[in-house]
């Protein structure tokens, strides 16, 4: 069974950057896909990235292209998010997935959750 651990959430003030991580408890090759998801208060869980272990490529939503990037090491079953020139609408829990597959946007078709870990981000 794969577990999953995030860490490294906090508050900042908007600019600021932080760099979360997730460690896998086993080889995170044995799935295909990685991803970081949100959700803010009252809304729905939404993709921020996710990464194709097999091939390393990767999906960012709009929201974060250019400020977020997710990235992984292999030696510590560990991939990260970081996030530079956030913003207060990047508040939000934020959490590790895994999918046993291609990668995909939808938070329902991941087979592996992390608990969370809470971001907060003050103008």
């Known amino acids: 069974q794969v577990q999953l651990v995030e860490s490294g959430g906090g508050s900042v003030q908007a600019g600021g950057s932080l760099r979360l991580s997730c460690a896998a408890s086993?080889?995170?090759?044995?799935?295909?896909?990685l991803g970081w998801f949100r959700q803010a208060p009252g809304k729905e869980r939404e993709v921020v990235a996710t990464?194709?272990?097999?091939?390393?490529?990767?999906y960012y939503a709009d929201s974060v292209k250019g400020r977020f990037t997710i990235s992984r090491d292999n030696a510590k079953n560990t991939v990260y998010l970081q996030m530079n020139s956030l913003k207060p609408e990047d508040t939000a829990m934020y959490y590790c997935?895994?999918?046993?597959?291609?990668?995909?946007?939808?938070?329902?078709?991941?087979?592996?959750w992390g608990r969370g870990t809470r971001v907060t981000v003050s103008s």
């Open positions: 990464r194709y272990i097999g091939g390393g490529t990767t």
């Open positions: 997935a895994a999918r046993r597959s291609w990668c995909v946007g939808e938070p329902s078709d991941y087979d592996y």
């Open positions: 086993r080889d995170i090759f044995s799935t295909h896909c």
